[in-house]
């Protein structure tokens, strides 16, 4: 194209464009933001553009990198042809002002120095890299966030030294993984999410090494064990645990985590060991405020003297315990003020008809709220995981990593296979409408809140 075309250019959004080819302007002064996506035909040089800030490549045929430029802050790259060249660049160019890196869907054997990564990076995210592998030869002081999806299949232990200031940490689908080792503090972590690491055995290194941690999921792990820290001492920091799939759910276990300072729980999940009866009498902190049970299947008491303790309990939601029926005790904490039970029918319809077994024992509340909604199934509970998946996936990175993402979720329905052809709000429609088919909208609140599902 001609060298002074566009001259006045501030953003370019190429999407969707399976067929269009050619080259992009030479020279682009004004361009601030490029996007190319599904343009699997384009094959150019990614234009001069001197104050570009944010660039974002997926699913393009090959756009050529003369050089990265200098002032990008945000960059994203999907597959071989983009993250090869990218990953190269790092070692000899110096970008001082890149603060979020993604990089996703490569499976050629990589190697990524820690060394290389620009000193101002904040916030990285490698996803379906399966050869993908980081190189701890150094220290990076400056990144906050990491987020690490479907991460290089041959690793079974990982360290985290190299990343000293972590505040967020997220491990995602990594699973060969059986251990993370972590030597020396992180002091700054505060949010730690790990899910779908089916190997995963240990994280006691890292609870140890996080005596600030704030916010813990632990999703679809169900060898993983959390030990109290070390010198025995309560973690008094941990103020949201959400947790599935688990051996942390055990009773024995839980109790010794002296988890003291805990205000939000939620339990998603069955219990192996057939658990008839929740919660079991001195089982929970008191510190609690909000408990959530959602889908444990085989529970079917609640136990009042499991809560008689919690003084500070304000809200207890229980989400599609089909088996549910019986509220044991002689009545529940007066300090609640709301209770919530949707998908629950045995004991949604004691409680709606004040059967004179249950009544008296909740009658005290004054929000009380029965949802009327079909049980969902294993295979929906499961469905709405990968939900989770996708939507936290949607945060971080869309475009081509939103595809691969949501085609996990198109073999279990009838929607289209050519997921390529639709763009990034077409494909939010089409897992919308997968909620909606599972009735999931009856998922509870803060878990819709946490993975945004469109209205």
């Given at each position: 194209?001609?060298?002074?075309?566009?001259?006045?250019?501030?953003?370019?959004?190429?999407?969707?464009?399976?067929?269009?080819?050619?080259?992009?302007?030479?020279?682009?002064?004004?361009?601030?933001?490029?996007?190319?996506?599904?343009?699997?035909?384009?094959?150019?040089?990614?234009?001069?553009?001197?104050?570009?800030?944010?660039?974002?490549?997926?699913g393009a045929g090959e756009v050529r990198t003369r050089e990265l430029p200098p002032l990008l802050r945000k960059l994203s790259v999907h597959g071989i042809d983009q993250v090869e060249p990218v990953v190269k660049a790092f070692r000899h160019m110096q970008l001082t002002c890149l603060t979020s890196l993604c990089i996703s869907d490569c499976s050629f054997h990589i190697s990524f120095p820690v060394s290389s990564i620009p000193a101002s990076l904040q916030e990285l995210t490698i996803s379906d890299c399966v050869k993908l592998e980081l190189e701890m030869d150094g220290h990076h002081k400056s990144l906050q966030s990491l987020n690490i999806i479907n991460y290089y299949d041959s690793a079974t232990s990982f360290s985290w030294?190299?990343?000293?200031?972590?505040?967020?940490?997220?491990?995602?689908?990594?699973?060969?993984?059986?251990?993370?080792?972590?030597?020396?503090?992180?002091?700054?972590?505060?949010?730690?999410?790990?899910?779908?690491?089916?190997?995963?055995?240990?994280?006691?290194?890292?609870?140890?090494?996080?005596?600030?941690?704030?916010?813990?999921?632990?999703?679809?792990?169900?060898?993983?064990?959390?030990?109290?820290?070390?010198?025995?001492?309560?973690?008094?920091?941990?103020?949201?645990?959400?947790?599935?799939?688990?051996?942390?759910?055990?009773?024995?276990?839980?109790?010794?985590?002296?988890?003291?300072?805990?205000?939000?729980?939620?339990?998603?999940?069955?219990?192996?060991?057939?658990?008839?009866?929740?919660?079991?009498?001195?089982?929970?902190?008191?510190?609690?405020?909000?408990?959530?049970?959602?889908?444990?299947?085989?529970?079917?008491?609640?136990?009042?003297?499991?809560?008689?303790?919690?003084?500070?309990?304000?809200?207890?939601?229980?989400?599609?315990?089909?088996?549910?029926?019986?509220?044991?005790?002689?009545?529940?904490?007066?300090?609640?003020?709301?209770?919530?039970?949707?998908?629950?029918?045995?004991?949604?319809?004691?409680?709606?008809?004040?059967?004179?077994?249950?009544?008296?024992?909740?009658?005290?509340?004054?929000?009380?709220?029965?949802?009327?909604?079909?049980?969902?199934?294993?295979?929906?509970?499961?469905?709405?995981?990968?939900?989770?998946?996708?939507?936290?996936?949607?945060?971080?990175?869309?475009?081509?990593?939103?595809?691969?993402?949501?085609?996990?979720?198109?073999?279990?329905?009838?929607?289209?296979?050519?997921?390529?052809?639709?763009?990034?709000?077409?494909?939010?429609?089409?897992?919308?409408?997968?909620?909606?088919?599972?009735?999931?909208?009856?998922?509870?609140?803060?878990?819709?809140?946490?993975?945004?599902?469109?209205?």
């Amino acid at each position: 194209m001609e060298f002074n075309a566009f001259p006045r250019l501030a953003e370019l959004t190429l999407s969707d464009s399976p067929m269009l080819r050619g080259d992009l302007p030479n020279h682009l002064p004004s361009l601030q933001s490029l996007t190319i996506d599904n343009s699997k035909y384009l094959r150019c040089c990614l234009p001069r553009a001197p104050v570009m800030t944010s660039l974002n490549i997926v699913g393009a045929g090959e756009v050529r990198t003369r050089e990265l430029p200098p002032l990008l802050r945000k960059l994203s790259v999907h597959g071989i042809d983009q993250v090869e060249p990218v990953v190269k660049a790092f070692r000899h160019m110096q970008l001082t002002c890149l603060t979020s890196l993604c990089i996703s869907d490569c499976s050629f054997h990589i190697s990524f120095p820690v060394s290389s990564i620009p000193a101002s990076l904040q916030e990285l995210t490698i996803s379906d890299c399966v050869k993908l592998e980081l190189e701890m030869d150094g220290h990076h002081k400056s990144l906050q966030s990491l987020n690490i999806i479907n991460y290089y299949d041959s690793a079974t232990s990982f360290s985290w030294d190299a990343f000293p200031n972590l505040v967020r940490l997220q491990i995602k689908e990594c699973k060969s993984m059986e251990s993370i080792v972590v030597s020396q503090s992180l002091s700054c972590l505060r949010s730690l999410y790990i899910s779908g690491c089916w190997s995963l055995k240990s994280v006691s290194t890292l609870w140890m090494a996080a005596p600030q941690l704030e916010d813990l999921t632990i999703l679809e792990c169900p060898e993983i064990e959390l030990s109290p820290t070390g010198d025995g001492d309560p973690h008094c920091s941990l103020k949201s645990l959400t947790i599935s799939y688990s051996k942390l759910i055990s009773c024995a276990a839980f109790m010794n985590l002296q988890l003291n300072g805990l205000t939000h729980l939620r339990i998603f999940g069955e219990y192996k060991e057939s658990v008839k009866c929740l919660p079991k009498e001195g089982w929970l902190p008191a510190s609690l405020e909000s408990l959530t049970l959602f889908y444990i299947q085989s529970v079917e008491t609640l136990e009042c003297k499991g809560l008689a303790h919690l003084n500070s309990l304000q809200q207890l939601s229980i989400h599609h315990c089909s088996k549910l029926k019986n509220i044991e005790g002689e009545k529940l904490p007066a300090s609640l003020k709301q209770l919530i039970i949707k998908g629950t029918p045995l004991l949604g319809r004691r409680c709606e008809k004040k059967d004179p077994e249950v009544w008296p024992k909740i009658s005290h509340i004054h929000g009380i709220q029965r949802i009327h909604g079909t049980n969902i199934t294993t295979s929906a509970a499961m469905v709405f995981l990968l939900l989770h998946e996708v939507y936290s996936i949607v945060a971080i990175c869309s475009g081509g990593m939103l595809r691969s993402k949501t085609r996990n979720l198109l073999t279990r329905f009838k929607a289209p296979a050519k997921i390529e052809t639709f763009t990034h709000n077409g494909l939010l429609t089409i897992i919308a409408s997968m909620v909606n088919q599972l009735q999931l909208e009856e998922v509870p609140k803060e878990y819709q809140e946490q993975t945004s599902l469109p209205s």
